[in-house]
Structure formats: C-alpha cells, structure tokens
C-alpha cells in the first residue's frame, strides 16, 4: 500500500493567492484528517470527515479555510486568500474505521505564504 | 479541546540508555497514543493505552497510563541512534479527534 498521499510536498505563494493541498487516503479506510502543524501552536485538528462527510469542522481557523471530500479516494483543503501566517505544514491522516485507533499520516505538505 | 501535553524539554542520551517522556493531559479520554515523527516527515503511531489500561508494552516501547493523575509516560529501552525523533503523545477525546501535545525532542548519541 502506497500509503496516505498529499501534494504538493512544498508550496510558496504570494499572500492573497488561493493555495489547494490534496490528500488521498488509503484504500478503505473511511475517516480522515486534517491537521496543521506549525512550532508556535504545534499540531491542531483541522477538520474531521468520516464517510466523505464532515463531521467537526471546529478547528478550520477561519473562512478562509475550506476542505471537501468529494468521493473516497481524495480530499482538498483549500485558503483563499491565504496569509503569511498559514504558513505551516499541513498533514492528513486517515484511520480505517471507528474501531482503529491508529492514524496513518501523510508526509505533509510545507506552505510557505510570503 | 483538551491537549496532551509532554514535559518541553529536549532529551540527549547515549545509544543503549533509556529515554522515558511524560505526559500530562486535561479531562477525559478514550485513550492515549503516542506517535514518532522524524525530521520532515509525518507522524507514525507507536503504540495505543486505553483508558482502562495501565500499562502496555510493545518491543521496547512501555507506556503506563495514570487516569487519577491524568498522566503518562514513554519508556523507549535500549535506545538506538535510529530512535532520535520527536514524539509525541496525543489524547483521544471522542470520535477519534486527537489532541497532541508539543512534542518531546529526543536525540541519541552513538
């Protein structure tokens, strides 16, 4: 297994600009993650899906911030227009179902908003 | 939320001590998990205590679980250069929904 995916690995933008980080789940596994990890804050739940639908979306910091999973194969997190303080590194994890514990991460994608 | 939370300091020893981390959290929980992330890369699960657990052992990862003193900690036995990393624990609060702390820097000497 190919394990949990994101991409782009880094991403530097300009603040304003509309910045789109992906993540595909593995296979089969129904609940995923988002998370920001940054040194000030450390790691912060970003929003929860479980079955393509969100479920907590209390950590989204702002509107700016917007996530979907359109199917089961593939979420987005999206900041439009972001800021140099998104900047951080944004992971997704995802656990097979309820009854499993353990999250499976991905390796993260690097924003750097200038 | 709740947050884990690790005792902040950064912890240097020689290949073949142990190294033990603490951790300390807020309110109820399910469980508590700690998770290793090396430089650059994402998180990795070491090993789950639920709430009704004491102790568990894994390789040589022991981790106890303290519910009346909402705490607990990580023993890494025999460490080796390879086990330099951060690590973290992380509280689950329900639904799955972890809480971590900051981390806990750990660097082994060969």
């Known amino acids: 297994d190919a394990g949990v995916i994101q991409s782009p690995r880094h991403e530097v933008t300009e603040m304003g600009q509309e910045v789109t980080l992906r993540c595909k789940p593995i296979?089969?596994?129904?609940?995923l993650f988002w998370y920001r990890q940054t040194m000030m804050r450390g790691l912060e739940l970003l929003i929860y899906?479980?079955?393509?639908?969100?479920?907590?979306d209390s950590g989204m910091p702002e509107d700016r911030f917007s996530a979907k999973m359109p199917n089961a194969s593939f979420s987005t997190l999206k900041i439009q227009p972001s800021e140099p303080r998104d900047s951080a590194v944004y992971f997704c994890?995802?656990?097979?179902?309820?009854?499993?514990?353990?999250?499976?991460f991905g390796p993260g994608t690097r924003l750097t908003v200038l | 939320s709740q947050q884990g939370e690790e005792d902040p300091q950064a912890l240097s020893i020689q290949e073949g001590e142990n190294a033990t981390m603490n951790c300390s959290y807020k309110?109820?929980?399910?469980?508590l998990q700690w998770y290793r992330q090396n430089s650059g890369r994402g998180l990795v699960h070491l090993i789950l205590i639920r709430s009704n657990e004491r102790e568990k052992h894994s390789g040589r990862l022991r981790v106890t679980l303290d519910t009346s003193k909402k705490s607990s900690s990580l023993l890494i036995t025999a460490s080796r250069a390879a086990d330099t990393a951060s690590y973290f624990c992380?509280?689950?609060?329900?639904?799955?929904?972890?809480?971590f702390g900051k981390g806990n820097q750990v660097v082994v000497i060969p």
């Open positions: 899906f479980n079955n393509n639908v969100p479920i907590d």
């Open positions: 992380a509280t689950d609060y329900g639904n799955n929904r972890l809480a």
């Open positions: 296979s089969g596994h129904n609940s």
């Open positions: 309110t109820s929980i399910n469980n």
């Open positions: 994890a995802t656990i097979k179902d309820y009854s499993y514990n353990e999250q499976f």
